[in-house]
């Protein structure tokens, strides 16, 4: 058994300063970590913090505070992991002084592996929500058949902005079996079907596109290819008008990736094999 606070002002003073050099940051964030697990520890043991012993520590007390982090205080997942590394590395410093039974209780401690923030829902858009997105472009104009003919693409393949913005009208085959091929992350080239309705829709465009300069299938005025911060803006500017006959859409954060993960909600509706929709979104794995 030793005291607790001999270890603590010669990990902080001498250890973490002069032999690991830390940032000041880094020593504040340790800093408040033990702040808080000495409190903890306090009221665990029903003894005040100069009081507390060495032996006090193990993976049942480090375990319970990582809990009443989270549920206790409304830590976030990488609070509780930068916590639990604040602590780890005091205990790694005690390794080199800890008897033979503590060091089990260290190995147990380094052993406590950190928690895997949880992955995010993606957001899509329903059908209601589609339709009223691409019925709310206007094709009076040219950028407005354009707009509609590159989002019409974009719900219906999942492609990526990046492969939305690098398409050429070599890109489209609306022939027999129309597809739209792309190269995407990896340089790896993959080939999607195309729906009937889609693929009139950009054969209709198409045929306008071709009297126009530049290599882009969708081109600025210019001619030149759209930016991905060009794309946004339409379909943000879109979003907003079609948000007037779908309240839905009021307030809702859409991007071209939420369009991605539309298309990718409608080939699991329709019962496509989740391996076949990996390969046509450019995906090792449909979880991703």
Known sequence: MGALAPILQ??????LMTQRAMSGATIRTYRDTWKLFLGFLSETV?????QLQT??????RVLAFLEHLETGRGNSVATRNLRL????????????????EQ????????AIPVKKKPR?????????QTQALLGSISTDTWTGRRD??????????????SEITGLT????????????????????????????????VLATYLQERMDRPGEALFPNPQGRSLSPDAVQQRLTMHVSRAAASCPELVGKHVTVHTLRHTAAMRFLEAGIDSAVIALWLGHESIAT
């Open 148 to 161: 509609h003919a590159m989002f019409t693409l974009a719900v219906q393949t999942g492609l990526r902005l």
């Open 120 to 128: 995010p829902q993606p957001t899509f858009l329903t059908s209601a």
């Open 85 to 100: 590394a604040a602590i780890k590395s005091l205990m790694g410093f005690y390794a080199t002084k800890a008897s033979p």
């Open 169 to 200: 009208p070599s890109n489209l085959h609306l022939g027999d079996g129309p597809h739209v091929a792309c190269t995407g992350k990896g340089r790896k080239s993959r080939t999607t079907p195309l729906t009937a309705a889609s693929t009139a």
């Open 55 to 60: 032996t006090d520590i193990d993976v049942a």
């Open 103 to 110: 060091l089990h209780t260290v190995a147990q401690i380094h």
């Open 10 to 15: 010669e990990y902080f003073t001498a250890y």
């Open 46 to 50: 029903h003894a005040p913090v100069h």
